[in-house]
Structure formats: C-alpha cells, structure tokens
C-alpha cells in the first residue's frame, strides 16, 4: 500500500533542472545581424541548433524571414525535412566522399559541399543513377585546412563548373579561421577568395552566390560580405562583446536550491579541498555540476608560443585577482565556492536571505549543455 503510494509520487516527481531558451532573444538577435549584413543570411544551425534544439530554432528563424539553413550532417537534413522543412534550401557545411551521406543529399535534395573532385565524381554518379540534378556549392579552402580546393587549384575548380551533367554549382564559399582573433590572416583569407572569384569571371564564369563571413566577421570587416552570410553563434548571442553589438545571450541552466547550512571559518569545500572558508560561511548547495556542462570548458591550445604564454597569464591572473565563479539566485550574484563538482556546487549566500527551492541560474555555453536535459522555450 505504501509502497505502491511512494510509487505513484515517484511517477508524476518531475524534475526542476531545466535548460531555458528564450526565444524572443533569438529574433531579437537575428534583426541585429539582419541590419548588419543587408545581404541573405544563412541559419547555421549545425550542433542541434548550437544547443538549442534544431526544430525550435528552425522555426524560430523562419518566422524571422530566414528560409536558408546550413547544417553539418546529414541526420539533420533528414530532420528538417521531415518537420516541416521541404522546400527550404539546406546547404550541407561539409564536403563528403562517403557515398551513404552523398546519397542522402541526393534524395533529400540538400545543397551539398563539393570541396574536392573525388566528391565531385561520386556525386555525380550518384545523381545520374537517381536521375536527378544536385545542386552545390564549391567550398575553397583559404587556412582552414579542412573541406575544400586550395585556391592555387584551379584547373580542378573549373572542372566542377564544366564536366558533370548532374551538378549544378549554385553558390562557391570559403570559411575564416580566425576572424575572432587575427586580423592580418582574416583579411588575407578575404584577399585569397576574393582574387579568385575574379579569376573565375575572368574565365566568364557563373560564380552563382558568394560567401565567406561567420558571426564575428560581419561585425569586423566591411567588406566580408560578398552576396550571403553564414552565421551561427551570433543567433543565440555567442560573440565576443555581444553586447557592444545589441545581441543578446540566449539559454541558461536552471535548478533549485536543494540544502542551506552553515559552516565554520576554516572549513574546507568540495573534492581536493582547495578553498577553505575565511570566516563563518553560509553556504547554499545546488545539483548542477559537470555532468550537466557547467564548469566544462574547452582545452586550451597551446601550438604556439604566444598561446602557451597567453594560458600561463590567463592562469595567474586568476590566482593574483582570485577570480570566482559565479551563478544567479533571487537576481544576486553568488559566488561558487571550492571545485565545480560532478553533481554539485557549493555557494556563498551569506547575509542574501536566499531559502531552499529557490532557482539557481548558470549561464553555460549552449554547445556544452547536456543533451538530455529538458529545455523550456519561453
Ligand atoms: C559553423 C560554421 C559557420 C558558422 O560559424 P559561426 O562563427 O558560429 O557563425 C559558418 N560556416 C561554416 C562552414 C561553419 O562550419
């Protein structure tokens, strides 16, 4: 009887951890890029819509008058067209000689990437025997090192143009590798693509569509527009000094405060013991912790000299200036004390009049944010 009682709670106990995304923000954002840019804007929408949900943020960028998507893998073409997305172009980010993802391009009528003629042949091959025409877009590698021909490769470019029946290049496009932090290579990469696409109408070609810029290009270089944009983080607010720009952060994390207790001066928190309490402490304990994203950050590289000395400065100034964590409770600020834990932190809520159940807000990058957390679209 009592047990079967228990049971029944257990069932309808529903969870308060919650990832909240806030849409407004969303479309607020894409007018500021929209005004910006004066040219189409492509949604990329790669990394379930940069944590967001790639339906909701699909739609969300329709009703802002987006109706072209990039995306970075077949499964969410797939996805789209069977939400309601038939008709949109979805221009595949990446170029692929893995004939099972080139055929479903094919099927799916995505607009693939062909970065290289071996891609080129199967694709066509593939397009023949479905009796179809794909439509791409040439990818021109300018240091990114990844998809696409390198621009001294000229002959190979022009062959995608002229040789294969069953494609017909819409669009060529290149990618910045560092247009959040160097200003000398973006601009060469800018050169590089844009002496080529002359080349290319020299020999009276039809370039189709042209772009190059992502989210922090068109709020740094003039002339990195061409006749389209690729953007991505800046939709959910995820550029340097978003503010500085009008966007705005989009999505945080959100749970209730599960414990209050206080502890003496002298007291140490959290696994490896490295911060003690200086004096009597009130402390507030939340499950958020590494399992849900928070506190995981990406690993610093360290290639080059300048980076290692960066990493090594980043370190001591958080040792000199003690720099903390911090979440939001009641509007506060709170500091996170000791070790961000697998399930938990630990905040300093002395004197803040903050009581058990209230909500904890983190604000993490969405890209980290684990999947199965449940979102709630405001
Ligand atoms: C991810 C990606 C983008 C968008 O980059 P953001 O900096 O997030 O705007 C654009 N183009 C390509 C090829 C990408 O992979």
């Not at 529903?14 to 005004?35: G, H, L, T, W």
């Not at 990394?47 to 008058?65: H, P, Q, R, V, W």
């Not at 143009?161 to 932090?181: A, D, Q």
């Not at 000398?184 to 109408?201: A, G, M």
Request: net charge positive.
């Amino acid at each position: 009887m009592l047990c079967s009682k228990l049971l029944d709670e257990y069932d309808s106990f529903k969870e308060s951890k919650r990832y909240i995304v806030e849409k407004q923000k969303i479309i607020n954002n894409v007018k500021v890029i929209k005004n910006k840019c004066k040219v189409p804007v492509y949604g990329v929408i790669k990394c379930d819509g940069y944590g967001m949900g790639l339906i909701f943020i699909a739609k969300t960028l329709k009703e802002s008058g987006i109706n072209k998507f990039g995306v970075s893998s077949v499964e969410d073409l797939i996805t789209l067209r069977k939400n309601g997305f038939e008709n949109e172009e979805i221009l595949m980010l990446f170029s692929t000689c893995l004939e099972e993802e080139l055929r479903v391009i094919v099927e799916e009528n995505g607009v693939a990437t062909v970065g290289s003629l071996e891609c080129a042949i199967l694709l066509d091959n593939i397009a023949s025997q479905a009796n179809k025409k794909v439509k791409v877009h040439i990818k021109i590698d300018t240091g990114m090192g990844r998809y696409g021909f390198l621009c001294d490769d000229m002959l190979s470019i022009l062959k995608v143009y002229k040789t294969f029946k069953n494609i017909e290049v819409r669009g060529i496009y290149s990618h910045l590798s560092c247009s959040y932090c160097n200003v000398r290579k973006t601009k060469s990469q800018i050169k590089e693509f844009t002496v080529l696409l002359e080349r290319l109408k020299n020999k009276n070609i039809n370039v189709g569509i042209t772009h190059i810029a992502n989210s922090s290009a068109i709020f740094k270089y003039d002339n990195c527009y061409f006749n389209a944009v690729r953007i991505g983080s800046a939709l959910v607010g995820g550029v340097a000094n978003e503010s500085k720009y009008g966007l705005e952060r989009v999505g945080y994390l959100e749970d209730k405060v599960r414990e209050i207790k206080w502890l003496p001066s002298h007291f140490s928190i959290g696994y490896g013991s490295k911060y003690r309490t200086d004096w009597s402490t009130k402390v507030a304990i939340i499950p958020i912790g590494t399992k849900d994203g928070f506190g995981v950050v990406k690993k610093y590289d360290t290639y080059r000299i300048r980076d290692c000395i960066k990493y090594i400065c980043s370190i001591l100034k958080r040792c000199i200036f003690n720099r903390k964590t911090y979440v939001e409770i009641n509007n506060k600020k709170v500091p996170v004390l000791g070790d961000i834990g697998q399930n938990h932190i630990v905040v300093d809520i002395t004197a803040l009049g903050i009581e058990v159940g209230n909500k904890c807000k983190v604000y993490i990058n969405p890209l980290y944010v684990n999947n199965n957390i449940l979102k709630e679209y405001i």
